[in-house]
């Protein structure tokens, strides 16, 4: 019998050819001079450092990741466009993460905007990975567990590895974490909203 995929949920995927080593830079020489971030950090318990409450400017800042923003504008407007949207996303905020070893970051969705992504810097060994859930989850009250194997589609759950270049843009309203890593090394990505 066939069936048919209703209510589809996307993930946006691609490659952004940004000089990371730079960006690499930047980052960590925001997390050295931002002293209000850093203190943000600790007071949220974030495992390193995050331009998120602190720096509402960056790509004034800083003209490599002025260029950054530039391509994620174009990639959200594509992405909109594949949505079937009929308004352009514009930019709300972007901050930079510097998240150490065995760090991650709880679930959570960006309220308030239309997409969210992150832009992958640095990924060290054992990086945590990316989970998205399935929104449908809180009403699945007697759904069955699936199986193991099942199509990418159907899961619960999809957890996507990070690596450095990769862009993904997702709608804001998708719960997602940070899985907790395994290595030593700092993980570092842009992350935005779009309103």
Excluded: C
Excluded at 8 to 29: F, H, K, N, Q
Excluded at 33 to 58: F, I, V
């Amino acid at each position: 019998m066939p069936t048919r995929a209703l209510f589809v949920t996307r993930l946006y995927e691609a490659d952004l050819d940004a000089d990371v080593g730079e960006l690499a830079a930047s980052i960590r020489a925001l997390a050295a001079d931002d002293a209000a971030g850093r203190q943000w950090s600790r007071e949220h318990r974030y495992p390193g450092y995050t331009s998120y409450a602190s720096l509402n400017d960056l790509p004034r800042r800083d003209p490599v990741i002025a260029d950054v923003g530039r391509a994620l504008n174009r990639h959200a407007a594509l992405f909109a466009r594949d949505l079937a949207w009929t308004t352009k996303p514009k930019m709300d905020s972007l901050w930079v993460n510097l998240l150490r070893g065995a760090g991650h970051h709880s679930a959570h969705i960006h309220p308030h905007s239309s997409l969210s992504g992150t832009f992958y810097v640095e990924v060290p060994e054992g990086s945590g990975a990316i989970r998205f859930e399935d929104p449908r989850l809180p009403m699945m009250m007697a759904a069955p567990t699936r199986a193991a194997d099942a199509p990418e589609e159907q899961r619960p759950f999809v957890t996507v590895e990070p690596r450095p270049g990769l862009l993904l843009l997702w709608e804001s309203w998708l719960r997602h974490e940070v899985l907790p890593g395994k290595g030593k090394g700092e993980r570092l990505s842009i992350s935005f909203n779009f309103a």
